[in-house]
C-alpha cells in the first residue's frame, strides 16, 4: 500500500517538473522526484540503486542544473516609485502591479527567472550598480522602463512593448559609456 502511494506521488512531482513555467522550480521538483525515487528503490529492496540514485539523482545533478540556471537565467528588476512607499505592503504581497505580471509573463517565455527588487534607491544609484537588467518607475499613472543597449532581453521586451503599443509605457535604453 506505501508503494503505492509513493508512486502516486512520483508521478504527481514529475508532473509538476515539467508543467510549472519556471526552471527553478522545475529543477526542486526534479530533485524531490529523485529523493522519492531514492526512498521507493529501498522500499523494494535495492539500497545499492538508492544510494546511487540519492547521490548522483538528487545532489550533484541538482547541483550542476542550479548552478547552470544561475549564471545564465536570472533576470535582475528593479521596481522604483516616485512615492518611495507604496510598494511596502500591499504591492508586495499581492503583486498588483499589472506591469510586473506582464514582465513575468515576457521573462516566462523566454525561460528567465525574473528576480524583482523593491527599491527605494534613487534611479542614478541603482543605475551605477552591476547586474541590472531592467529598471522600472511610475511617475503618476506612467511606466518608464530602463534598459541597457547591449541587454538583448531589454530590447526584445522594448521591442515587444513597440509592437503592442502600450500608451502608459515608455522605454529608455541606455547607452554603454566609454
Known sequence: MIEKIFFVILIVSAIMAVQTPKMRR???????????????????????????????????????YLAALQKYKVFMIYLLDEKQDTHHREHISHRKDPILTTIEDFCTKRELEPLIVYTVDELDFIKEKPGWDLIVTKVKNRYVLHGR????????????????????????IEKEHE
Open 26 to 64: 522545475a529543477v526542486v521538483y526534479l530533485a524531490v522526484f529523485s529523493a522519492l525515487s531514492a526512498f521507493v528503490y529501498i522500499l523494494m529492496g535495492a539500497p545499492d540503486a538508492a544510494l546511487a540514485e540519492a547521490v548522483i539523482g538528487s545532489t550533484i545533478s541538482t547541483i550542476i
Open 149 to 172: 543597449e547591449q541587454n538583448y532581453h531589454a530590447m526584445a521586451l522594448k521591442d515587444e512593448w513597440e509592437k503592442e503599443k502600450k500608451k502608459k509605457v515608455s522605454f529608455v
